[in-house]
């Protein structure tokens, strides 16, 4: 992770936690000091929480910005790592199946994804190498699409890319829905001061 999203992470984790702490604790400003300036009567209390609102927003942006040009790819290339070696072990043990002096193709995840999850088997004709038979398998969706909640689930569990990239959308998301109503700190309550 670079020092940039980072950055951002932290900086959306904080300000969503202080959220749900606002709207928990049930937070009223009476009295407002920033930088040795003491306010002691403010006219719009809820111009803090708008405030507020208005950062989590910000971070929230700064961090999708980041994520879609780092850690997206990083999740999505450690999911595929996983799924390309389950994918390759189930073709061969297609191929077997079929005959086993047989050899398929292609042997890489993307170009079976791109082949609409089919492969291409080759069963040797021992007399007449040229004569080979060719023969199109699809690959069944049923057990593709348990390879990939298994890899999902293996790589929420052993690895820590999701909690370093998805847990702030988590967090913020359920600050979102924490804080949206039934407070004063409530994102409808703080647009309707205005």
């Known amino acids: ?53 208005v950062l989590f927003f ?9 994520y879609t040009q780092e850690g997206k790819g990083s999740l999505f290339s450690q999911i595929d790592a996983s799924l390309g070696t389950k994918i390759q ?12 002096h047989a050899s398929y193709t292609p042997n890489n995840l993307d170009s079976i994804k ?11 004709d ?16 049923f057990v593709i699409f348990k390879f990939k909640l298994a890899c999902w689930f293996n790589t929420c569990i052993n690895s820590s890319v999701v909690t370093d ?9 359920f600050a979102l829905y924490y804080c949206y109503d039934g407070s004063a700190f409530s994102l409808l309550n703080s647009l309707s001061a205005f």
């Open 58 to 66: 910000y971070f929230l942006f700064r961090y999708h910005q980041y």
């Open 114 to 124: 791109r082949k609409g999850w089919s492969i291409t088997v080759r069963i040797p």
């Open 165 to 173: 990239y998805l847990l702030p959308y988590f967090i913020a998301g």
């Open 1 to 53: 992770m670079t020092d940039g999203i980072l950055r951002q992470r932290r900086n959306l984790m904080i300000i969503s936690i202080l959220m749900v702490f606002i709207k928990f604790s049930e937070f009223k400003v009476k009295k407002l000091t920033i930088s040795g300036l003491s306010f002691e009567e403010l006219g719009n209390p809820s111009s803090i929480y708008v405030m507020i609102w």
């Open 89 to 100: 072990n189930y073709s061969a043990e297609v191929t077997q199946k079929i005959n086993e």
């Open 126 to 141: 021992h007399k007449d190498p040229d004569n080979d038979e060719m023969q199109e398998v699809t690959l069944n969706p």
